[in-house]
């Protein structure tokens, strides 16, 4: 928070000035009264007549309007227009006519690389498509790592050159899709942060000893290098 000094009086740099400024406005936000939003939804049938049968296609229409600008009356904005989609008035069962309806080809874009920001965002929340709800539960609340170790987490990968970063993009290199190949499956996944982080609650709550915790871990490596090993046409290694 903010201290008592006039920022005005400091020589502040440009990019100092501007978290400076960041803060306080996050600070005077949350003293601010709610941004009150009205959100509208509106359901429209389209009812077609093909060989004497009646087909129906169901679209939705969502649309808000601001209310109270409250707190976001500080919020810094772009150039950005604004998402507000103001929903004509309309009744319960109103015929309405089609004014136009075409068929677009579109092929889907694969999702653009991670940036820092993205990925750190996906380890806070990893865990999200995994089957199981408890460990799910347990991966939302907790993530992949901690705050304090994901962005070294991050870095530590590129310095071993399994991860580079072009521009603001991070892309795996050569080495880290191989390494992804030669790592067991298990070993991989999120649900094995899941299963221990399950654990771990077991133990801060007296349900489960350290001892027992490490023991499980020395035989669940001993058991996945021994899978490993035992099948031939595995293209893993390991040392």
Request: hydrophobic share 40%.
């Amino acid at each position: 928070i903010p201290t008592g000094k006039d920022p005005a009086r400091l020589k502040l740099s440009a990019d100092e000035a501007r978290i400076f400024d960041l803060i306080a406005k996050r600070l005077l936000m949350a003293w601010q009264d709610d941004h009150i939003r009205s959100q509208s939804t509106i359901h429209t049938v389209i009812r077609t007549a093909v060989d004497a049968q009646t087909l129906e296609d169901n679209y939705r229409s969502s649309g808000s309007i601001v209310l109270q600008e409250g707190w976001r009356r500080l919020e810094r904005r772009g150039a950005k227009a604004p998402d507000v989609l103001a929903l004509p008035l309309v009744q319960v069962n109103e015929i309405v006519s089609l004014k136009k309806i075409a068929t677009l080809k579109k092929e889907t874009k694969p999702p653009a690389a991670f940036s820092d920001a993205t990925l750190l965002n996906g380890m806070a929340s990893a865990g999200s498509r995994l089957d199981d709800k408890e460990l799910t539960d347990i991966l939302r609340e907790r993530g992949l790592g901690t705050p304090a170790t994901r962005a070294a987490t991050i870095e530590n990968l590129i310095h071993r050159g399994y991860v580079e970063r072009k521009e603001k993009a991070l892309w795996a290199t050569e080495l880290g899709i191989k390494l992804i190949h030669q790592v067991h499956p298990s070993v991989r996944s999120a649900a094995l942060t899941g299963e221990w982080e399950a654990k771990l609650r077991k133990i801060e709550a007296g349900d489960l000893s350290l001892e027992a915790f490490t023991l499980d871990i020395e035989t669940y490596v001993k058991d996945t290098i021994h899978l490993i090993r035992s099948t031939p046409s595995s293209p893993h290694t390991s040392s």
